[in-house]
């Protein structure tokens, strides 16, 4: 088969390779495979031989130089451009002729179109009077769409060209997202990067200087060092460490080193070290830079500090850069990264943004792409940048490419491939990314979540409550509003994953960091106007009596359809008007006396009254606990998801152990959305905690209930295993972890012997609430009230035969199941036992499920199997009973209708009679088998 295979793929590249090609660039006579490099060397100029030329086309025999041919002799019409990639020649005039138009090259790319004449053009590419270095450039042809390309190279004694350039490993975006690294306490500290082998320029790459930005007028001794390794305190073991002289603050020190270090490949560590003298200057507790992108790799910011504990690796990006050195810089090379999931509504576009990592030595200003879904392919589409382009050698793009994709037809999440084809107009290879859309086709309500980041030591973080107030008055519960203290005695440790690294600061559910409340109705405004995929409601009442625990209730819709859902749910329990004695409680406001700072803004005017440290002051919405705060409680939402369908969840929080609570009364509960794959929040509700209600609002399961006092109420939910008695509603119910016996069930008025109105039926999930009695041994709950009902979302129609009985030859059984709507998968449980005699298909009909269960001959006693049809994402379900008559031979003497043996005569075992008793060997005797010896 793989042998076939690569034949059939050998076939197809010959295909393809035969259709490919309708013309070529030629020299020497000799055809050029597509970019092949050309060299030429300067020679003295005919008229001028004082003057060195570089001529691609010797006027000794022109049509011996650089030509474009048709393949088939044909005359050809197209366009060209000719790009001067690097230039030392320093000539004094560039000419380019191709198709009888010559040009001067005042730039360093031109277009021009051209025709051939017999199926040929000279390309005549000319630099005179040229100085010793060396010359490269591009020259791209196309003709219909079919694109050929040759590398010109001009040289006078230089073989390559080795260039330098300033790579980044931060956001360069100026000082957007730079967050500083404190340092506790005077003495030596070294920050480092590690430069992996062929990280930048491949081989032969140098490290050749480093930069870094000093922010701390603390700082003194500093120096930039070069090493194989993460060397010690005092420099020891470095290629090279170089002093640096006078520094500039908050701006980059390039220091270029002795020599370039070729990086091998264990690759090299370059950094800078320094001293803090005194750390009561308050910059000298400041005094790293750097960046928490999304994009940070392993290795971009190592840190040695003077507490003894050595080098570490520290989370985000080094603000420094690294100065490259290399002779195989490429004019475009890029590292793209997949893009997060994404959602938009049927029959529409969405534009996604693309992030890039850019290694070429030329800025991108526009990219072409193609999106394939399925394995099909869309046309060549094209973004430009909606900024500035992304800088070379390390440039990050955050965004500013937007790629477009199409809805699909299905509600469902789908990957996308999206292969980048060109940079600049340039081709490219090998530039993929992969992400998930998914599409719609239910419109949710939007309600968000604002995260602010505070403390109290933060003395311009007062604008952040004055924030989150706007926020509340504008929006009331479409946003919902949580203050993350660290630092003080607010600070939570369910959030110790997630900080800002800059005070004060908010996200709104988890996208880009902004001011809590310079601009932040605007931000708001502009994710409201984006697409969510979901909706969360929340209530909440306390478990017990002592409100140790908190039961979570929530109800979510999807607007598309999954066999798994990509969300789960986080809980985080907030407080209101907090406030405390202690030093650690009082707020420092940098706005007081400040009213420049407050720019005659009257909400901020406020702050410039109070005092320096606000004693007094009272915290609201701070975040105290949480579960799940990240990526969601675990099978919070399971199974199926069906567009528009509610999911219902319920969770208990225990907080017995939380010692910063400080008035129960003034708690609630948030209830987050959250895309598992990457923690973002898509929804946000709000519920305040109700009392607790001694009738058994706390959920038990079977097991707890057989464990439990009798005389004690439980609310228990299960599924209906069988039922004994239909007047009384007597039945079993059975969870995960056992079965107990409902002995009386009331009707919905709290009536007896009216069980058959409840409509309660085998495989229905069953809440009920009812006290615990032991009888004989059996646990029961009595006299049970019903608080829920929970049939199958596809329920069984009709049977056919009636009663599901086949007899002995076999046959069939027509089951129809109705509601059945797109996106709904319904599992058939079959017994193992059973599967070697009963076998099914199905077909769907429109909102019809008609299963066809085939039943085989049956040679044995009367069998039977008790068949579950269960939706995914549910535990309801629909049992039906299939039936068989026996296949025992009734006609042989000594067995009545049923096939059972009727007298104490010997039979073989085929069923005749004997005569006598046997000697010996195996017979039938009573109905069973008996060996005689």
């Keep these: 088969?793989?042998?076939?295979?690569?034949?059939?793929?050998?076939?197809?590249?010959?295909?393809?390779?035969?259709?490919?090609?309708?013309?070529?660039?030629?020299?020497?006579?000799?055809?050029?495979?597509?970019?092949?490099?050309?060299?030429?060397?300067?020679?003295?100029?005919?008229?001028?031989?004082?003057?060195?030329?570089?001529?691609?086309?010797?006027?000794?025999?022109?049509?011996?130089?650089?030509?474009?041919?048709?393949?088939?002799?044909?005359?050809?019409?197209?366009?060209?451009?000719?790009?001067?990639?690097?230039?030392?020649?320093?000539?004094?005039?560039?000419?380019?002729?191709?198709?009888?138009?010559?040009?001067?090259?005042?730039?360093?790319?031109?277009?021009?179109?051209?025709?051939?004449?017999?199926?040929?053009?000279?390309?005549?590419?000319?630099?005179?009077?040229?100085?010793?270095?060396?010359?490269?450039?591009?020259?791209?042809?196309?003709?219909?769409?079919?694109?050929?390309?040759?590398?010109?190279?001009?040289?006078?004694?230089?073989?390559?060209?080795?260039?330098?350039?300033?790579?980044?490993?931060?956001?360069?975006?100026?000082?957007?997202?730079?967050?500083?690294?404190?340092?506790?306490?005077?003495?030596?500290?070294?920050?480092?990067?590690?430069?992996?082998?062929?990280?930048?320029?491949?081989?032969?790459?140098?490290?050749?200087?480093?930069?870094?930005?000093?922010?701390?007028?603390?700082?003194?001794?500093?120096?930039?060092?070069?090493?194989?390794?993460?060397?010690?305190?005092?420099?020891?073991?470095?290629?090279?460490?170089?002093?640096?002289?006078?520094?500039?603050?908050?701006?980059?020190?390039?220091?270029?080193?002795?020599?370039?270090?070729?990086?091998?490949?264990?690759?090299?560590?370059?950094?800078?070290?320094?001293?803090?003298?005194?750390?009561?200057?308050?910059?000298?507790?400041?005094?790293?830079?750097?960046?928490?992108?999304?994009?940070?790799?392993?290795?971009?910011?190592?840190?040695?500090?003077?507490?003894?504990?050595?080098?570490?690796?520290?989370?985000?990006?080094?603000?420094?850069?690294?100065?490259?050195?290399?002779?195989?810089?490429?004019?475009?090379?890029?590292?793209?990264?997949?893009?997060?999931?994404?959602?938009?509504?049927?029959?529409?576009?969405?534009?996604?943004?693309?992030?890039?990592?850019?290694?070429?030595?030329?800025?991108?200003?526009?990219?072409?792409?193609?999106?394939?879904?399925?394995?099909?392919?869309?046309?060549?589409?094209?973004?430009?940048?909606?900024?500035?382009?992304?800088?070379?050698?390390?440039?990050?793009?955050?965004?500013?490419?937007?790629?477009?994709?199409?809805?699909?037809?299905?509600?469902?999440?789908?990957?996308?491939?999206?292969?980048?084809?060109?940079?600049?107009?340039?081709p490219i290879d090998g530039n993929k990314v992969r992400g998930m859309l998914t599409t719609l086709d239910y419109q949710s309500s939007p309600t968000l979540l604002m995260e602010e980041f505070t403390g109290t030591w933060c003395g311009w973080c007062t604008r952040g409550f004055v924030g989150l107030q706007l926020v509340n008055e504008t929006y009331g519960d479409r946003v919902q509003t949580i203050a993350l203290h660290y630092g003080d005695p607010m600070e939570t440790s369910a959030y110790s994953w997630f900080s800002s690294g800059s005070y004060p600061k908010a996200t709104v559910n988890r996208g880009t960091l902004v001011d809590p409340y310079i601009g932040i109705v605007n931000h708001i405004e502009n994710v409201l106007k984006t697409t969510f995929p979901g909706e969360i409601t929340a209530t909440a009442c306390w478990a017990d009596e002592a409100k140790t625990s908190i039961r979570i209730d929530t109800r979510t819709k999807l607007g598309f359809n999954a066999p798994d859902s990509p969300f789960a749910i986080g809980y985080v329990l907030v407080e209101d008007g907090m406030k405390g004695t202690t030093s650690e409680w009082a707020q420092y406001n940098f706005y007081s006396n400040n009213p420049a700072d407050a720019g005659n803004d009257p909400r901020l005017m406020e702050l410039v009254t109070k005092p320096q440290t606000i004693i007094d002051m009272v915290y609201d919405h701070v975040a105290i606990d949480g579960w799940g705060v990240h990526y969601g409680v675990n099978g919070s939402i399971s199974g199926q998801v069906v567009s528009g369908k509610e999911i219902e969840s319920t969770y208990r929080a225990d907080i017995s152990a939380n010692g910063k609570i400080q008035d129960k009364s003034k708690l609630y509960v948030v209830a987050l959305l959250i895309e598992k794959a990457t923690g973002k929040v898509y929804a946000a509700g709000k519920a305040l905690i109700g009392d607790y209600q001694p009738s058994g609002l706390q959920p038990s399961t079977c097991a707890e209930v057989i464990a439990g006092a009798d005389g004690d109420t439980f609310r228990v939910t299960g599924i209906c295993k069988s039922i004994s008695n239909t007047t009384y509603g007597n039945w079993y119910l059975e969870d995960e972890t056992g079965q107990i016996y409902i002995y009386g069930t009331l009707d919905a008025q709290g009536k007896t012997k009216n069980f058959s109105s409840l409509g309660i039926e085998v495989g229905n999930e069953v809440t009920v609430e009812g006290p615990k009695k032991t009888f004989n041994g059996t646990v029961e709950l009595v006299d049970v009230k019903v608080l829920d009902i929970r049939k199958p979302s596809v329920i069984v129609t009709s049977v056919s035969p009636a009663g599901a009985v086949v007899p002995k030859e076999g046959g069939d059984v027509t089951v129809t199941m109705a509601n059945f709507a797109p996106g709904i998968i319904v599992n058939t449980h079959v017994p193992l036992l059973a599967s070697t005699w009963l076998k099914y298909d199905y077909i769907v009909n429109g909102e019809q499920l008609i299963i066809n269960f085939h039943v085989a001959a049956n040679a044995g006693d009367q069998r039977s199997a008790d068949v579950k049809l269960i939706c995914s994402g549910e535990k309801a379900y629909s049992l039906v009973t299939i039936s068989q008559e026996t296949g025992v031979d009734t006609g042989i003497a000594g067995f009545d209708q049923n096939g059972k043996m009727v007298d104490e005569e010997w039979y073989n075992l085929k069923g005749q009679r004997l005569s006598e008793p046997p000697a010996q060997g195996l017979y039938l005797r009573k109905g069973k088998k008996v060996y005689v010896k």
């Design 1 to 426: 088969m793989k042998r076939l295979l690569s034949l059939l793929l050998l076939c197809l590249g010959m295909t393809l390779v035969s259709q490919a090609q309708t013309f070529e660039f030629r020299y020497g006579g000799q055809s050029l495979p597509d970019g092949a490099t050309v060299t030429i060397k300067a020679e003295p100029d005919v008229f001028f031989p004082e003057e060195l030329n570089c001529e691609t086309n010797p006027s000794s025999d022109p049509m011996n130089g650089l030509l474009l041919a048709s393949i088939s002799g044909a005359d050809l019409s197209g366009s060209a451009t000719l790009e001067i990639l690097s230039n030392t020649l320093s000539p004094a005039r560039i000419q380019w002729c191709m198709g009888g138009n010559c040009v001067i090259m005042k730039t360093s790319s031109l277009q021009k179109d051209f025709k051939t004449e017999k199926g040929v053009t000279q390309v005549q590419f000319d630099a005179s009077n040229v100085k010793e270095g060396r010359l490269e450039a591009v020259l791209r042809a196309t003709v219909s769409g079919e694109q050929h390309t040759v590398n010109i190279v001009m040289t006078n004694g230089q073989t390559a060209t080795t260039q330098q350039l300033w790579w980044t490993n931060h956001d360069a975006d100026e000082n957007a997202g730079w967050y500083y690294q404190n340092t506790p306490q005077n003495g030596r500290y070294n920050a480092a990067t590690f430069i992996p082998y062929d990280f930048v320029g491949g081989e032969g790459t140098t490290i050749d200087g480093f930069s870094f930005f000093p922010y701390s007028l603390a700082m003194a001794n500093v120096q930039v060092w070069v090493s194989t390794r993460l060397p010690e305190p005092d420099g020891s073991g470095c290629l090279e460490v170089k002093d640096v002289g006078e520094l500039k603050f908050e701006e980059f020190n390039d220091v270029l080193f002795s020599r370039g270090y070729e990086i091998p490949e264990g690759g090299l560590y370059v950094g800078f070290s320094f001293d803090i003298i005194d750390v009561s200057i308050r910059e000298g507790n400041r005094a790293l830079l750097r960046t928490l992108t999304s994009l940070t790799r392993n290795g971009a910011f190592f840190l040695n500090s003077p507490d003894g504990a050595g080098w570490k690796e520290v989370s985000g990006n080094l603000v420094s850069r690294v100065c490259f050195g290399s002779d195989n810089f490429t004019d475009h090379r890029i590292t793209p990264y997949d893009f997060d999931p994404v959602y938009t509504m049927k029959g529409t576009t969405t534009q996604v943004p693309v992030y890039l990592l850019n290694y070429g030595i030329s800025d991108i200003t526009d990219i072409s792409y193609v999106v394939t879904s399925d394995g099909v392919a869309s046309a060549e589409q094209h973004a430009s940048a909606s900024i500035p382009g992304i800088a070379s050698h390390g440039g990050f793009c955050e965004g500013s490419f937007l790629l477009t994709l199409s809805a699909d037809n299905e509600c469902t999440p789908k990957e996308k491939l999206v292969t980048i084809t060109k940079i600049n107009g340039v």
